[in-house]
Nanobody
């Protein structure tokens, strides 16, 4: 059983930065997918960024060039560095983990989800 622990959310002014972390405990597989999704009030959950254990990354168009996903492969910790934040980035951010190399942007590729961390960007 994989458990995901997220940290790093908070409040920031527009133009600021935050870094989210997600640690996957109980995961020992060499092949996996990890991703970040977000859900704003009244909106559906959407893909933000993801990576395969082999290093391939993918970003949603809305965050490309501003967000960077990375990982510590030895510890299976994933990070999301978020720069140039704007109010439209305000949402609950969820970490997700999957055990197969499935499409990164598809929520069904992930079997395990974190509890979510709030990111609030004020103008």
């Amino acid at each position: 059983q994989v458990q995901l622990v997220e940290s790093g959310g908070g409040s920031v002014q527009a133009g600021g930065s935050l870094r989210l972390s997600c640690a996957a405990s109980g995961a020992t597989l060499r092949s996996y997918v990890m991703g970040w999704f977000r859900q704003a009030p009244g909106k559906e959950r959407e893909f933000v960024a993801g990576l395969w254990s082999i290093g391939t990354t993918l970003y949603a168009d809305a965050v490309k060039g501003r967000f960077t996903i990375s990982r510590d492969n030895a510890k299976i910790i994933m990070y999301l560095q978020m720069n140039s934040l704007n109010p439209e980035d305000t949402a609950v951010y969820y970490c997700a983990f999957g055990t197969l190399l499935q499409p990164l942007a598809r929520a069904t590729s992930y079997a395990y989800w974190g509890q979510g961390t709030q990111v609030t960007v004020s103008s």
